[in-house]
């Protein structure tokens, strides 16, 4: 049994390491989580495709070496691998830029899709970029209605980048789309905002929560993370953190929440406020460490790490 399943984009996020210097890293936000709940003792896996080229097949070894079973991960012959260059701010913020037109990880198929994983897991994951263009906004949404028919926990973040979408207007429309599958989302400021319209976090959760979402998680950055569910809302503050690159910070605060909810085994609509507030201390620790290395998988902190700094 399979306690996570992600799908979407796995790519290579070339970081910045001085100037005109750029490191090839792992990353795409699906992995990232996904690589955090691995480390914190999940079983994981993952469906997506990368190019039959170096990048791909280094992307594979990755996921390989953190443990997550690439069983689902096609080698594409004909289309490249995903790229992302990063673009850093003196605070560690970033902006990208994509190469991803025709790239791989939009070209999957349902047809390519092992869907005897999808039996196979709890949960279902998947996020925003997987439905920016066609073939793989098709597949992620028959993937979705499957696993909804087979009443899979299904976990969604809504990673707004706007040079990936036609324009504001469509990316808000698919994304709420997104919304009306998901079980537990984990979003931005900015992005709750973008979504629903609404000024106040509270505001802007409400709305989620009317579209049929149970629990809802907002990053917050330095200042933390809120939440809200049917027991009751409410801030946890973050950790101090020497800010490097912020590439994969939420990532793995919503991978260290996802894989804490899964091993408590707690439907979550039942889980107690006390319980849920500490699940969020330890995602906000694994953040805060991520955010002081570079690139996405490579600064994802082991359980000691996170233990240590805890």
């Not at 792992?26 to 690589?35: E, I, K, Q, Y």
């Not at 896996?45 to 997550?68: C, R, T, Y």
């Not at 390519?112 to 263009?133: A, P, Q």
């Not at 973008?194 to 330095?222: A, P």
Request: proline share 3%.
């Amino acid at each position: 049994m399979l306690d996570i399943l992600a799908v979407g984009e796995l790519l290579i996020d070339f970081t910045p390491m001085g100037k005109g210097q750029f490191k090839a890293n792992p990353g795409g936000a699906p992995c990232n989580f996904l690589t955090m709940a691995q480390k914190l003792g999940a079983k994981t896996a993952f469906i997506g495709k990368v190019g039959e080229d170096a990048f791909g097949v280094q992307l594979k070894q990755v996921l390989d070496q953190q443990g997550i079973d690439t069983e689902g991960l096609v080698m594409d012959s004909r289309h490249g691998t995903t790229l992302a260059f990063v673009h850093l701010a003196e605070n560690g913020e970033r902006s990208f830029s994509f190469y991803r037109k025709a790239c791989a990880d939009v070209m999957l198929s349902i047809e390519e899709v092992n869907l005897e994983l999808l039996n196979r897991t709890k949960v279902l994951h998947f996020g925003s970029l997987s439905l920016t263009d066609d073939p793989i906004r098709s597949t992620v949404f028959s993937m979705l209605d499957y696993a909804r028919a087979h009443g899979k926990l299904i976990t969604y973040d809504p990673n707004y980048r706007p040079p990936l979408w036609n324009s504001e207007f469509e990316a808000i429309e698919f994304m709420k789309k997104g919304m009306g599958y998901a079980d537990i989302v984990k979003v931005s400021e900015e992005e709750l905002e973008l979504i629903t319209g609404e000024k106040t976090l509270e505001s802007g959760c409400q709305f989620l929560r009317e579209m049929g979402v149970r629990m809802v998680f907002v990053t917050l950055g330095e200042k933390g993370a809120y939440y809200t569910y049917e027991k009751g809302s409410g801030y946890v503050a973050g950790l101090e953190a020497k800010v490097a690159d912020t590439t994969g910070a939420g990532d793995t605060f919503f991978g260290a929440v996802v894989q804490q909810l899964v091993e408590s085994g707690t439907p979550v609509t039942e889980i107690e406020v006390s319980k849920l507030e500490q699940i969020i201390r330890v995602a906000n620790t694994a953040a805060a460490i991520c955010v002081e290395g570079f690139g996405g998988i490579p600064s994802i902190p082991t359980k000691e790490q996170i233990l240590n700094r805890l």
